[in-house]
């Protein structure tokens, strides 16, 4: 997948910019709180239909904007380009809050990943063996909603259940509700939270030998690498994931009554790393953290490209410096083997001299990107530095 053209209004640092993109990698140099995150955080929009940053859609709003509007065309099949656009408004500036466009046409954001899809490695995913089990969630959650066509859909219908759950319980712990109520919204989470588990072990299983793979090209001596699926509500003789579901949450009732929240379902569930059947977190060193995250990465990435034979969207924040010199030139052979990747650092110092000489580099200010330099086999598709003009209404 590549973007040939992105033009962001009214988003974070970027009051209107209008840039076009050539193939290969694109490096983004800047000074921190330059903007270069921004310009990724707005391809996973663009992507998603939301943040992997924030929650809050108003905080993607530029101060004092009263809407961000965000349109890219991107390289399709067969000499195709499609033309997607997601425009996110301040409550009463221009009717819903989200508006989703593909090829002028209105859509859901679940409609996005069929059109473009990202792997995103940033440096708060140097956290995922031994951080919050929500970060390793988001990561598999993430591949199925790019794998699942109606992924994304019942990842959201299952949130709203639980929040709407949640309240209830609440109400009911405080004398409000009836118990009965709960019957509704137990059939939303036992349905859609039993659809997410089963999805989640399939993307699971398929991320087994990709990622064993990445690893042991990386790390040959290390071990196998695998993945686990941690749940509270595991399957018994003859149940499967919605039946175990719906068993744990009669199982667990009272207690839910007494803390006024879920307590089982996919909300709750981890994923851990393995290396030769031993829990990574308890033993591993910075290194093999690392070596373990880039191969979950790039396992990810492929295993979206053997979808339909169109490599996602590689975007790396700021990760090279992370890296030690072998990782690094690891992770440059596969950024040279997709149509198109971005890559941010502050000084391309920190980036393999390889991925420099390959690469159309951009000086990245606030609210403004402009050419150092394209890259030799693009030269007859420079793109011109985004021009700042006065914002248009919504």
């Known amino acids: 997948m590549r973007i040939e053209r992105l033009s962001l209004t009214g988003f974070r640092t970027y009051d209107d910019l209008d840039i076009e993109f050539p193939m290969g990698p694109q490096v983004m140099v800047g000074r921190n709180a330059a903007g270069k995150t921004n310009l990724l955080e707005a391809l996973v929009v663009l992507a998603a239909g939301h943040s992997h940053r924030t929650t809050n859609d108003m905080e993607l709003i530029a101060w004092q904007a009263g809407f961000a509007r965000l349109e890219a065309v991107v390289a399709g099949p067969a000499a195709r380009s499609d033309l ?7 409550p009463g500036v221009a009717g819903t809050r989200k508006r989703v466009r593909i090829n002028g046409a209105p859509r859901r954001a679940t409609a996005l990943a069929a059109v473009l899809r990202t792997v995103v490695f940033a440096p708060e995913d140097m956290l995922l063996v031994i951080g919050s089990p929500s970060l390793r969630r988001s990561v598999l959650d993430s591949l199925v909603a790019q794998r699942e066509m109606e992924g994304a859909a ?18 009911i712990r405080e004398g409000e509700a009836a118990v009965d109520e709960l019957a509704y919204w137990d059939g939303v989470v036992v349905g859609e939270g039993g ?5 989640r072990h399939s ?3 398929a991320l087994a030998e990709p990622l064993a793979a990445a690893h042991a090209e990386m790390a040959p001596q290390e071990g196998r690498l695998a993945l686990r699926y941690v749940t509270n509500a595991p399957a018994q003789a003859s149940e499967d994931a919605t039946d175990a579901l719906r068993r744990r949450l009669a199982e667990t009732s009272e207690k839910e009554l007494w803390n006024g929240a879920t307590q089982v379902g996919p909300h709750r569930d981890d994923m851990a790393f393995e290396l030769d059947g031993r829990d990574l977190p308890g033993f591993a060193s910075r290194g093999q953290q690392r070596t373990a995250i880039l191969a979950l990465k790039l396992a990810h990435l492929e295993l979206l490209a053997q979808r339909d034979g169109r490599p996602p969207l590689l975007l790396l ?9 072998e990782r690094r030139a690891h992770l440059v052979r596969r950024i040279g083997e997709l149509p198109q990747a971005f890559v941010t650092t502050t000084t391309l110092d920190d980036l393999d001299p390889r991925l420099v000489a390959a690469s159309t580099a951009w000086r990245v200010s606030v609210g403004h990107i402009e050419l150092i330099n394209a890259r030799p086999a693009a030269d007859d598709q420079r793109a011109g530095a985004g021009q700042a003009r006065p914002m248009a209404d919504a």
Do not use: C, G, H, K
């Not at 219908?157 to 209830?168: C, I």
């Not at 924040?317 to 010199?325: M, N, T, Y």
């Open 84 to 90: 997607v656009e997601v425009v996110l408004a301040r």
């Open 154 to 171: 019942s990842l959201a219908t299952y949130s709203r259940a639980v929040q709407q759950r949640n309240s209830l319980l609440r109400r």
């Open 195 to 199: 659809r997410i588990v089963e999805w």
């Open 203 to 205: 993307a699971m299983r």
């Open 317 to 325: 924040d700021d990760v090279f410096s992370e890296l030690d010199p």
